[in-house]
Each structure stands twice: as structure tokens, then as C-alpha cells.
T-cell receptor, first 110, second 111 residues
Framework: GQQVQQSPASLVLQEGENAELQCNFS?????MQWFYQRPEGSLVSLFY???GTKQSGRLTSTTVIKERRSSLHISSSQITDSGTYLCATNTGANTGKLTFGHGTILRVHP | AQTIHQWPVAEIKAVGSPLSLGCTIKGKSSPNLYWYWQATGGTLQQLFYSITVGQVESVVQLNLSASRPKDDQFILSTEKLLLSHSGFYLC??????????FGAGTRLSVL
């Protein structure tokens, strides 16, 4: 089945620094989503990006299908960006079945 | 706009006791609904999905069951909780372009 690997496992930044989070997947996919998981556990959908590049404010997601990878770039990090970032893919007919990575824990310090 | 509400926010239950978690979505007709579970320190995994009222498919066997009694409601339950049921339960619906949107979740501690 699909395997999703995220790196780094954790990242510590000074406020204002940029971050690059990576997601590698083992098989071709139907969809790719990036989520932000708040400390209490709830998920916020950041991007649906099965291919190409999408930007929203300080966040940019790039998915390269033939290289089986997706990245999330955070520019000018802020303390409120702290939390866990998850990538997830879908590969089958059950379109709501996402395979999640273990996430990248981001800490932004002042 | 669509809203998804989960209840309760948190539960502390004894091993062997029953459990019922609920999820309601408003503003979306005939949604595809899903239950996900995250063990402490683990990854999220899908437990059940439902495409229509009265129809539920099991994805992972965890001695839990799910029901879809109404178009906008999805229920997760068990008659006997195990310690291994502890974790975070999330309900989700499928939006446009196969984007999954999650509720706020229920944190369950089984003691």
C-alpha cells in the first residue's frame, strides 16, 4: 500500500525564518492534501494539491508527481505557525481514505 | 457554508463501558462521511466511511461500529471499550475536488 514519509520529523525556527517541509510517497496518487494540526488535535486543511504549485499567503505547496514528492514552504515564520504539519495522499476508489504521514512538528521561537 | 460538529469534545470512560460519539454536518446535502482515529503518537487512519443513509463500510477492525441514521449524522459506537480505543476521533466530510474537511474531534481516554 501507499507509504507517506515526512521530513524533518521536527523543526525549530526563529521567528521570521523560512521552513521547507517534505513529503515523499511510494505510489502514484489521486490526491494530495496538506493539513495543519493544532496542539489540541483539530485539523485545518491548508492545500489540496495533487500536482503543481499553489500559494496561499505565506504558504506555498509544490507537488511533483513523477518524483513522488510534495513540499510545503512557509515563509517569514510566525510564532502562531507552531504545530504539526501533516501531508496525506489518496490512491484508491475510496476517495475519502487518506494515508497520512507522521507529520513535522514545527516550533517557532521569538 | 458547511459546518461539522462533533460531540462530546472529550470523554473519560472505564474499560468495558459503552461509547457513543456523534458527528453532524450542516449545509451539505448527502455528504460522504468518514471516521478517523489517531492513537497517541500515531498517525491518523480511516475507520469507517458512509456514502448514504443506512450504509456504512468498515475500513479497519477495531471492535467499533458506525451508523448513519440520518443524512447529516454519523455515529461511532461500541458496547465494550478497550484500553486500545483511547485516542483522538475525527469525523470528516468530502468537499469539492476530493478535499477532506475535519471536525474538531473527540479526545477519548479509556481507563
Amino acid at each position: 500500500g501507499q507509504q507517506v514519509q515526512q521530513s524533518p520529523a521536527s523543526l525549530v525556527l526563529q521567528e521570521g525564518e523560512n521552513a521547507e517541509l517534505q513529503c515523499n510517497f511510494s505510489t502514484s496518487l489521486n490526491s494530495m492534501q496538506w493539513f495543519y494540526q493544532r496542539p489540541e488535535g483539530s485539523l485545518v486543511s491548508l492545500f489540496y494539491n495533487p500536482s503543481g504549485t499553489k500559494q496561499s499567503g505565506r504558504l506555498t505547496s509544490t507537488t511533483v508527481i513523477k518524483e513522488r514528492r510534495s513540499s510545503l514552504h512557509i515563509s517569514s515564520s510566525q510564532i502562531t505557525d507552531s504545530g504539526t504539519y501533516l501531508c496525506a495522499t489518496n490512491t484508491g476508489a475510496n476517495t475519502g481514505k487518506l494515508t497520512f504521514g507522521h507529520g513535522t512538528i514545527l516550533r517557532v521561537h521569538p | 457554508a458547511q459546518t461539522i460538529h462533533q460531540w462530546p469534545v472529550a470523554e473519560i470512560k472505564a474499560v468495558g463501558s459503552p461509547l457513543s460519539l456523534g458527528c453532524t454536518i450542516k449545509g451539505k446535502s448527502s455528504p460522504n462521511l468518514y471516521w478517523y482515529w489517531q492513537a497517541t503518537g500515531g498517525t491518523l487512519q480511516q475507520l469507517f466511511y458512509s456514502i448514504t443513509v443506512g450504509q456504512v463500510e468498515s475500513v479497519v477492525q477495531l471492535n467499533l461500529s458506525a451508523s448513519r441514521p440520518k443524512d447529516d449524522q454519523f455515529i461511532l459506537s461500541t458496547e465494550k471499550l478497550l484500553l486500545s480505543h483511547s485516542g483522538f476521533y475525527l469525523c470528516a466530510w468530502l468537499g469539492d475536488q476530493n478535499t477532506l474537511y475535519f471536525g474538531a474531534g473527540t479526545r477519548l481516554s479509556v481507563l
